[in-house]
Each structure stands twice: as C-alpha cells, then as structure tokens.
C-alpha cells in the first residue's frame, strides 16, 4: 500500500502490522538463537535504522523484555542507563519470580519500582503483563493495564506515555517485540494509556 510514511513506518493501518504479526504466530521462542532468528523474519514491518537514536531500557528483564530490547536494538536503538527514552518493564518476568497473590504484588510493587524514577521528561513506559492464566495472572494484567491508564492521565503532562501489552496464551515473543518496537518509534507516539491485546 503507498502513502505518506511516519518515521519509517508505512502508515497502512493497524491491520497490516495485524496481518503481518498473525503470519508469524506459529514460531516458537526455544532459545535465544530463535528468537533473534524469530525476531528478524519481522523487518518487513519497520525499516532498519527507525529508532536510531532511540535509548532503550528494560526493567525486570525476562525473555518478553529482552525480545523487545532486541527488536528495538534490531531497529537502530542503543541501551540506556539512567536516562531513556523507552522504558520496557516485564511484568511477566516479575509474575514468574513469585507464586499466588505474591506473584501479584511482586509485579505491580516491581512495575511501580521501575517506573517511579523514570518519571522524568518524555518517554514511552511498555508494561508487558503475563500471560492469562489463574486468578492471580488475570489480578496482575488488570492492574498494569490500569497503572497504565492511571499514568497515562497522571503524567501527561510531563510527556510520559504508559503503555500495557497483554500477550494471550500462545503469544511469540517476537510478536510482542514488534509491537513494542513500533510502540517505540514515531509511528506509535499517539498512543498512551491503553492496552495492546495479543492473541
């Protein structure tokens, strides 16, 4: 499809970036070595050298976490430190460190412990919720998915974009990396206090 371009993002729409992620749901993330060969079969969907410029920081790090710094670094973006530009906390990864109503509380004190510094000048804040599941699972991606509304409102003013992707049971990692990559480039700048589903 032609038209005008955002930052290296063709603006066909969401369905095409829909299709183009419905098409890669049958790989499976074993290692690392798939994923980053997962990872590259997504090019198609945001050119090389899109976020160049684009400092990148994950929180919590998990194998969601580190997919989404992966693409982002695919993409032209460099790791942050301090300050950053985008910063992907894992709730997935901060679910799996604990078990029951630990679990929950472990993702959204672990989520507010990484963001609360953070709140400083412009940047995108991608909360990646775990998987469905129990209870528990559905009590943790209920409340990142309201953290990020919550924030979105909160913080607008200071420039800071919440985002929550909620992964379904059989969700890639490259999938939820490629969201965050285009959540992370000038394409997704619109976007701020709603909640990506993946099914």
């Not at 090389?48 to 994950?58: C, D, N």
């Amino acid at each position: 499809m032609s038209g005008p371009r955002k930052r290296g993002v063709e603006s066909a729409g969401a369905d095409s970036i829909a299709s183009s992620l419905r098409e890669h749901r049958g790989v499976e993330s074993a290692g690392a070595d798939s994923t980053a060969s997962s990872l590259r079969e997504h090019r198609e969907v945001l050119r090389p050298g899109v976020l160049e410029g684009v400092r990148v920081r994950v929180a919590a790090g998990g194998p969601l976490g580190a997919a989404a710094a992966a693409r982002c670094a695919d993409l032209g973006a460099g790791p942050a430190s301090d300050e950053c530009d985008v910063l992907v906390v894992d709730g997935a990864a901060l679910f799996a460190s604990s078990a029951g109503v630990d679990a929950v509380r472990a993702t959204l004190d672990g989520a507010w412990e990484a963001i609360e510094p953070a709140a400083q000048g412009p940047k995108l804040i991608l909360l990646l919720a775990p998987p469905p599941g129990d209870a528990h699972a559905e009590a943790a991606r209920a409340g990142l998915e309201n953290l990020a509304r919550t924030l979105s409102i909160e913080w607008a003013r200071l420039g800071i974009r919440p985002v929550a992707i909620h992964p379904g049971t059989a969700t890639p990692a490259p999938d939820v990396a490629e969201l965050a990559a285009f959540l992370a480039s000038g394409a997704g700048a619109y976007y701020s206090g709603c909640r990506f589903d993946l099914r």
